[in-house]
């Protein structure tokens, strides 16, 4: 399994998940940057994703639904800060009310790094997650989110090596 480290720092409201690959940081990019490969990976294998808008540039906005398994959806976005191909891109990611992507006030917005290296012939991810404040932090591992992420990570080796 690519995931090779998860951690999380509630004084530091930070939810940390690192993986190896064997393909190069530039394919790994490629996974993030099409909105067709991306859906591959984004949510579990129980809650695929379909990207309504992908933009990957400073002040884009891309915004999903996931699918769970009886049909129900659950809507997010990010709003991208900065782009560094094929190293890194900063964005907040938010959960959102409902089909007009509606950002929802009840949920925690986290901002985060997603970061590709060259490390053994292959790629060093390390996504880096940061809450505004711990009880954000705990909310999301209280609904899952290292299980989700650590699944939908896993996805991008099959995907690159195909």
Do not use: C
């Not at 790994?28 to 949510?43: H, K």
């Not at 400073?58 to 191909?85: A, C, H, I, K, L």
């Not at 006030?105 to 880096?128: C, I, M, Q, W």
């Amino acid at each position: 399994m690519p995931v090779t480290d998860v951690s999380h720092d509630l004084d530091a409201r930070t939810l940390t998940i690192v993986a190896d690959f064997a393909a190069p940081p530039k394919r790994i990019w490629e996974v993030y940057a099409d909105p067709r490969q991306l859906e591959r990976i984004w949510g579990p294998p129980s809650h695929p994703a379909t990207f309504v808008d992908h933009d990957l540039a400073p002040g884009g906005r891309m915004n999903y639904f996931m699918t769970g398994p009886e049909g129900e959806q659950y809507y997010g976005y990010w709003e991208v800060e900065s782009v560094d191909e094929p190293h890194s891109f900063a964005f907040d990611d938010g959960f959102a009310l409902d089909e007009e992507f509606t950002k929802n006030p009840d949920l925690p917005v986290s901002k985060n790094v997603f970061s590709f290296t060259d490390h053994e012939g292959g790629t060093r991810a390390t996504y880096v997650g940061i809450y505004a404040t711990a009880e954000g932090l705990q909310q999301v591992l209280d609904m899952g989110m290292v299980e989700g992420a650590s699944t939908a990570i896993n996805q991008i080796d099959e995907l690159v090596t195909a």
